[in-house]
């Protein structure tokens, strides 16, 4: 098997979490190049990676013929131009989610990935490679819980007092951008891919006060309607006190599904005077250590001619098309159409 | 101690369940009296529990000089003009939840009341009695989570093939006043009372397709904005496989509580070859059967001068009016003032 | 149904739960007298359960011509001459656990029981009227987890600073006697009843050094061999930091069932920055609330001809036989014939 | 860094898990030599993981210049030899455990290892470096749950209706040496390494009829004393129903930890009309699928010079002696001294 030649770009606590597994544990990958325009992360490429073909310049670094794909774990309102960029050098193209803050900017990428098909272009929802998800899903299809019609799924972060993300509010989308994106997609994933119709949403500040100026809540709920009678409602949060936890229930006729409930951070209960607890995992890299691994492993195997991955542009940008619609109800405090 | 002396109105599956607790296990009250329109069921009262005073008729009932209180167990369109009798007539009130689908009858109700204050008049939100919801409550007033100020909570029941709930649904005013109306005493309990602004609710129908005639649903999900920002989520369903599963969580800006949650039967667990399970509670019945005694116990403590009840007809007037906007936005699709 | 007539005879901590169990909820009872050589708690008798009929003379008591069953709540040491007294007055007799801490003094028991067999003579092994462990056997029984051979069971109380059981290690039987007895039985009950053949205990002071003066510890195990290859293995403790934890296991050729897990006080999950916990109940008085009325009412019920109840004397001489054994093993260090 | 030349003998299923983690997931490791007298083994050596250097001896192997390291995957009996034989050529050696059915077999090899202080020798207690366990070891050393004395700890497997290790079984060691040998290991471990003084073991044949004539039992009970007082129970399985649930818990004198209880495959939750359940892992494999491969990358570490690993071959002897006495007990039904 030929390895691929991969360059990653944005070395950032993601981009490094990325380059770990590329560099040490996907199979058929070699991660060769790095890009950012911080040298220092440039350096640590080289230092840490072995990685010899650096660049301060995306163009450069997305037409270097050294390498046969790109991981982007860039500022999100790069990636749609960076993936079109990427694709029309001739790469495959990992990126991060969501793929971009508009559906338009979607539908720009997805035009151009329709002209490059032997191209492999996917999206990070992470969590559909989670062990855990995948076995839910696994249920799911195997008709173990009847006909799936609603899915409850929330996104929730251990309060982070340095309010890193009320400053990245205006990049990150908000709220609902930024964390319930996951939880669209898998809503979408698990429930068989309806149309989404209609979504309302309602949120609160409970602890950082300067979202406010960004129309941006810490604390949101949405309902979202599919044809066919499907719901879906999603709970995102940035001030949880125990950790992260992600939870996704799967509704169906005959029995339901709870993924990840509680989220234990290991197999470990102490009893003591407080009680009998475990403690739970402190954010999503520790959530999804395994999963972040196996993404990236479907995705080099697909750049190889192995099994094509498991969800399309056009998922990515009904993700998108979903999140909009709810950050838009947030703000109008009316249900909007999808 | 002078007994309380009671007369019960209405003997279906709950009324016997209050007129055993009456009859055998509340301190201070003597079940005396019954009301039914049904010969069987007042045989049957003086069968079991001994009673001699039987009423076919209710307005007879309601001034029986040998009765001090009454319990009122009947179809929920009677509830507000049978209080009101009952306050009449001299005699303490306890009735089923909730205490009138519209909030029109509501008020009725309470401005009767107002003029009765030596009468007590109490509306069975059973679950405040539980000891479970009663340890959240006070951890909640301790302050060990914080604010509260997000409320997620459900009601779903096991799924009744013979859809008695269809044929019901006009009378019970729909899943919502059904079912959430728990939930939203709950959610005002828990949260301290604040004023409900809006609702908006959406819902499917999974299995009972006999409920679309009633503009009824058998799954719901309503959001509610309250004045100075509380949320809360809830969730209805007619449909569940496992068991009946009520579930309540308040979210603080320091923890969260989560209540009922896996709805274990008993302190059982079975490992074999289906994996590692514990059966659910069946129903209401089963869930809140300690619950049931202590509502009563409460009710009976206040009617001899005891503590007052703890939930006022103001409560039960508030859960009504958030109830009747859900539902409303239900039909109208629309955020729906309170 | 006539009602039985019943004396108490002890009324300290768990003296005062059966009383107030049979002034109050126990259907068919009446508790209309009541023994002790403590003035204060015969008052009290007559203060808060309308008791006139008071003894501080135990002779006086079982002849007292108007009981029919005495409920007897005395030390340890006293039980069987006090049962034979009670059965050749005529009475029913409830006696708490362990009937006597000899298998002789058993013995003499059951051959004055032998003699009255139109008496009722009940040892309160109060686990197998808890719901948890009666649903458990009913499990058992159905063969669901195929044919039981290994019980693990576990009795671990909250440690006690005040050293209560320092002094009581005398008059108790020590840790075996006093907590595992409970054990025992359970596991002879769900293994179908095989005659035990011998015991082997290890055991350990973690805690409190004054146990070393009557050869008695604060942490002990012990396995216990049966005919037929069936074999149990007990621990109990004084020492646990969060609560009392009993704890049973059945284990069978096609699935276990564990009972007592976490020992949750209810139903109630806080998350915070501890992590993800639960309250444990704090002792045996919260732990088997229901288990405590419903060993009543079976003894009541039998009382009046309805159901004999559900274990023997037999039971009883079988569960101090192992349990002596079982402290036998512990001071000589060796296996001892049961 | 250099990578260290690792040659594995022994491709059976557990080899094969290694040989993948030494090809692909541990940094600083290059597999580039096996060993098997099976020629299909050697040929997928080459075949699966490109190894050029391949042995059908054993001598041969050992002195392989080519080879920095090897890795025993090979039958028990072996163990001591050829350890004895890696050393003596100069290789690091990691060994599967147990690192010998008999004392006098460890104590050899760890003769022959201190006079090659620079030799890395490892044996696979692979538990400890499974992250609960580490996590709970850690707790124990921050003193969380106070003075640890009691240790309860199994080793329980999926029953395997093909007998294999009934055939295994001479070979093996019994269930003990199998099995408990980690149990003994983690205890130990927790305890603060207390040398133990007497064993009492307990068994029975609940399925495997077969086991009767290796003087084995397929679910067996064993008390361990350590000088000191503190105290540990094992309990080992051939015949779960559920799956491979392998359970710890370290008892201290302010609380206790508890490992690996209900044995979850992942984080999903099913509830449908069995219950509320999750599955649980197959076997050690999936249960400790990470562990097997940091325990590796810690032997690598250590060839290179960094931290020494955590386990020492004394701790593997003291393992070996412990699992002896207790084999011995269950043969003789007396107490032995370790």
Redesign the interface.
Known sequence: MNSVRIGIAGLGRLGRRHAENLA??I?GAKLVAACSPIAAELEAAQRDFGIERLHADFEAFVHDPGIDAVVLVTPTALHADQVIAALEAGKHVFVEKPLALSVGDCERVQAVAERHPGRVAMVGFVRRFD??YA??MA?VSAG????P??V?SQTCDLNDDSGFFVRFAESSGGLFMDCSVHDIDLARWMLGAPRAT?A?A??????HEGLAQHADVD?G?A?V?FEG???A?F?A?R?????H?TQTEV?G????????????????????????????VADFFERFDEAFERELQAFVNACVGGPAVPLTLADATEATRIGVAITRSLRS???EAV
């Not at 173990?144 to 006909?147: A, D, E, F, L, S």
């Not at 309602?202 to 602890?207: D, E, F, K, Y």
């Open positions: 040490w544990r199979r062990p855990s076995n839910a249920e173990h819980i009847g006909r019609f609603l409850r209609r309302f309602s949120g609160t500040i409970a602890l604390n709920l309902i309607e009678g499907a719901r409602v709970y949060s001030t949880f006190a125990h950790g936890e509704i006729t005959a029995g339901k599904l709870l993924v990840g409930h509680g989220a234990p951070r290991d197999r470990v209960v102490l009893s003591d005077s407080q009680g009998v607890r475990h403690r739970a405090g009316m249900p």
